[in-house]
């Protein structure tokens, strides 16, 4: 059961907009009725919602999977951890003109996400697909790293959230499920490729500041991420494309 704060408190919670976004609007109508009073700050660019909670301006942040806090925290010096785990958002590649693996055309355009810890999950993918080889698989590869690509494909490296509007000037992109919603692509019908739901290491999680991470506010932050009123939302609005991990 979810445990009751003694007294409203108020967080403010860092959310990327579009579908995480909604998600959250259903935690802050939980936890109201739990005694939190959650003020949701949206951002559009990964690279703020970290830098806002390291400087105080957030208490929490729940956009982002423990590899791109962990870059964040190595590249930026963030006294940052996760806490807890959200929803899982299957990354895929993305295509309105190819349907099938053997459909890639030699040369063709394919997208992926320009930050480090994306850039290595999408390339992962296409590992596993068979599309190519790399290097030091599990040491932040990058399209450097490619040592085989037998459909010489031709990797653009590009802000996620410009991914799902550059769709129709390529053959394909790697796409995060949040940016694909909002580009109105679903991940069953347009995907060549996705990851998997189960046992996928790209969960999304819950961070706030060293100093912060056993207040007893955040313990009951994370289960409302994962209250039946949450999970039926994802479930209905979403239909498998976002799921709670539980």
Do not use: W
């Not at 003694?6 to 009725?33: D, P």
């Not at 599309?131 to 459909?151: A, M």
Request: glycine fraction near 6%.
């Amino acid at each position: 059961m979810i445990g009751t704060l003694q007294a409203m408190e108020k967080i403010k919670l860092g959310v990327m907009n579009g579908a995480e976004e909604e998600i959250a609007n259903v935690v802050k109508s939980v936890a109201i009725n739990k005694g939190l009073n959650i003020e949701l700050i949206s951002f559009s660019d990964y690279t703020l919602p970290n830098e806002a909670l390291e400087n105080g301006e957030l208490d929490a942040n729940a956009f982002q999977h423990n590899q791109y806090l962990n870059t964040q925290i190595k590249t930026h010096g963030y006294h940052i951890v996760a806490i807890g785990f959200t929803i899982i958002e299957p990354l895929g590649l993305y295509s309105k003109k190819i349907k099938t693996l053997d459909m890639i055309p030699v040369g063709a355009k394919i997208a992926i996400p320009n930050d480090p810890s994306n850039a290595e999950r999408a390339l992962n993918l296409l590992v596993d697909s068979g599309l190519i080889k790399i290097q030091n698989r599990n040491s932040n590869p990058s399209i450097f790293d490619i040592v085989d690509n037998p459909k010489k494909i031709k990797f653009i490296e590009l802000d996620s959230a410009l991914l799902s509007r550059s769709l129709i000037d390529l053959d394909a992109a790697m796409i995060n499920t949040n940016h694909a919603i909002t580009g109105g692509l679903d991940l069953y019908k347009d995907t060549i490729i996705r990851e998997s739901c189960n046992d996928n290491p790209y969960g999304n999680i819950i961070a706030v500041r060293e100093i912060d991470r056993n207040k007893p506010v955040f313990k009951t932050l994370i289960e409302i991420y994962k209250s039946p009123e949450v999970t039926n939302f994802l479930k209905i609005r979403f239909k498998g494309a976002i799921l709670p991990i539980m």
